[in-house]
């Protein structure tokens, strides 16, 4: 199976400040077709999970544009420009490259 | 608009069977592929199992391989989780999802159902 590492565990951001999570996959998460199957989900709580990002960089339809992923192969980095209160939850880093598919430990973001 | 509405999480004893199901609507569920995530009590999210859009083909997590059956029925909207032989760590809230265009993508979720096992 295909291990996800997430850093860090948690992080407290002062909101208006920008955020950075990073995943780190145990294997290249690029598929023969080009794409690369990397996604990042949020869980506010008490909610299920949504998807934020798909295939690495692409915004899921209603995700505002403070959220952005990138990178590539093996290392990713969801970024969030400006902090909001309402960005609180637990990010997690999910791949689909290979089944089963895994998560990140998941990463919890609180406000200062 | 699109719904998932989880069903038959309950209390039950270590080595029982129980059957989870999904209700979906507001989309054709016949045109796409399913799946359930798990998460443990302050844990985080364990995917589980998914089934082809038309049933064709199932793959487990080993967490639940030969204990547990991912189903549907495309005639009545409603996917499944048959779970036998159930041990304390299969405590959790199961959620079911719907994919988009590839596995990874769970565009949508329902709000989950919890299973307790415990004597």
């Known amino acids: 199976d295909i291990a996800m590492t997430q850093t860090p565990l948690s992080l407290s951001v002062t909101p208006g400040q920008p955020a950075s999570i990073s995943c780190k996959s145990s294997q290249s998460l690029l598929n023969s077709d080009g794409k690369t199957f990397l996604y990042w989900y949020l869980q506010k709580p008490g909610q299920p999970p949504q998807l934020l990002i798909y295939?690495?960089?692409n915004r899921f339809s209603g995700v505002p544009e403070r959220f952005s992923g990138s990178g590539s192969g093996t290392e990713f980095t969801l970024k969030i420009s400006r902090v909001e209160a309402e960005d609180v939850g637990i990010y997690y880093c999910m791949q689909s490259r290979q089944l089963p598919g895994t998560f990140g430990q998941g990463t919890k973001v609180e406000i200062k | 608009q699109v719904q998932l509405v989880e069903s038959g999480g309950t209390v039950v004893q270590p080595g029982r069977s129980l059957r989870l199901s999904c209700a979906a609507s507001g989309f054709t569920f016949s045109d796409y592929g399913m799946h359930w995530v798990r998460q443990a009590p302050g844990k985080g999210l364990e995917w589980v199992a998914i089934v082809w859009y038309d049933g064709s083909h199932e793959y487990y997590a080993d967490s639940v391989k030969g204990r547990f059956t991912i189903s549907r029925d495309n005639s009545q909207n409603t996917l499944y989780l048959q779970m036998n032989s159930l041990r304390a760590e299969d405590t959790a809230v199961y959620y079911c999802a719907r994919d988009t265009d590839d596995f990874g993508r769970l565009t949508h979720w329902g709000q989950g159902t919890l299973v307790t096992v415990s004597s």
């Open positions: 295939e690495v960089s």
